[in-house]
């Protein structure tokens, strides 16, 4: 493989982890478990401080039960990724703004934290085998009809 082949397949295999990021933030958002399962390796590990480490099936159920399941409307977006490739194994860090809103509760969730992942690429294309969200800032809230409360709350709650 020549030097330039090399570099445009490092490209493409940037663009498409960056695609697989997308994928599974945009399916948590549209609570599709079947796509945000896709996302990752039957293997993977996941780590979501201060919810715990869970293993692909301990993500889907608590995905189901806390999302999935419920009217909350969760937003996530995705920011500043640093991708590192080497083969067929590559890291990224991400920066994640995230808000929740619960219609009935008329609570809500703001949250910043940083993703750690590991990928592994596969004979179905890329998919995350680790991901650690750390908590940088969360910001809890209520809405009412003439106010809306807020607190700061520690890190890592």
């Known amino acids: 493989m ?5 570099r445009i397949l490092r490209l493409e295999d940037e663009s498409e982890i960056r695609k697989l990021k997308a994928r599974y933030l945009n399916s948590c958002d549209a609570k599709d478990v079947d796509a945000m399962r896709a996302c990752f390796t039957e293997e993977a590990e996941i780590e979501f401080p201060p919810l715990g480490s869970f293993d692909l099936d301990g993500l889907v159920g608590i995905f189901t039960q806390m999302a999935a399941t419920t009217p909350i409307t969760d937003v996530h977006h995705g920011h500043n990724g640093e ?75």
């Not at 020549?2 to 090399?6: K, M, N, P, R």
């Not at 009935?104 to 590991?118: A, I, P």
């Not at 969200?133 to 607190?151: F, K, Q, Y």
């Open 2 to 6: 020549s030097d330039l082949e090399a």
């Open 83 to 157: 991708i590192e490739i080497s083969g067929d194994q590559a890291t990224g860090r991400w920066n994640l703004g995230f808000a929740t809103y619960d219609p009935q509760t008329k609570n809500f969730r703001m949250l910043s934290s940083f993703y750690e992942d590991r990928y592994r690429k596969t004979e179905h294309g890329w998919r995350i085998s680790y991901t650690k969200s750390t908590p940088r800032a969360i910001v809890d809230g209520t809405l009412a009809e003439d106010t809306v409360t807020a607190n700061w709350l520690a890190e890592n709650e």
